[in-house]
């Protein structure tokens, strides 16, 4: 066989590597773009439907740690008004999952009466009522909460596990019924850190003792 018999041949076998080469993305420097890595920062965040952790943010935008960490906490003080702009309506707030952008603490009332007379799918009574007994006694199961509530609730639970305000959590030893309790997006929608922060309220609940045996409703 030739050489150029062989060239053929040869440039097959290169042909898979050269495409999986192109198929890659090709690199682009962050600090190129304009407004640079601080824009690209922010371009991130502003998608993020959930706090989003430095390290993400670092390794999506080939940034290093500590300059993904002092351009988050840069951000956080431009839009406070500590870097001599004015104070933005938003703010950088970092909690125990990451870093989210949230409509600023100075104009809660502002923006609550937006949501409010804008919001067409607001929380039934029901549904909040539901949401109180679940979050001062998880874990509960769906027949415990029937059982305080004096209802069936079957149609409110499944109307907040879709707006993922509570989740399944286990199932109750005894019985086998799924236990329901809050989660992170709950917290987060409450504006509180943990369930230590709920009002004092839970004293005033029957103790899931007495409700035990209740469990039947579940089906």
Known sequence: MTVDEQAPEAAQA?????????DEPAFVDVHTLPGGAHAAVEAVLMVADAPIGADRIAASLNLTQDETDDILHELADEYAGHLGSRPRGFELRRTVDGWRIYSSA??????GRFVLDGQSAKLSQAALETLAVIAYRQPVTR????????????????????RGLIAEIGQDPSSGAVLFGTTGYFLERMDFSSLDELPPLAPHLPDLDMLEGLDGLDS
């Open 14 to 22: 290169d042909a898979p590597a050269d495409a999986a080469t192109r």
């Open 106 to 111: 100075a104009h809660a009332d502002p923006v």
């Open 143 to 162: 027949g415990q909460v029937s059982a305080v509530r004096g209802v069936n609730v079957d149609g409110v639970v499944r109307t907040l596990l879709t």
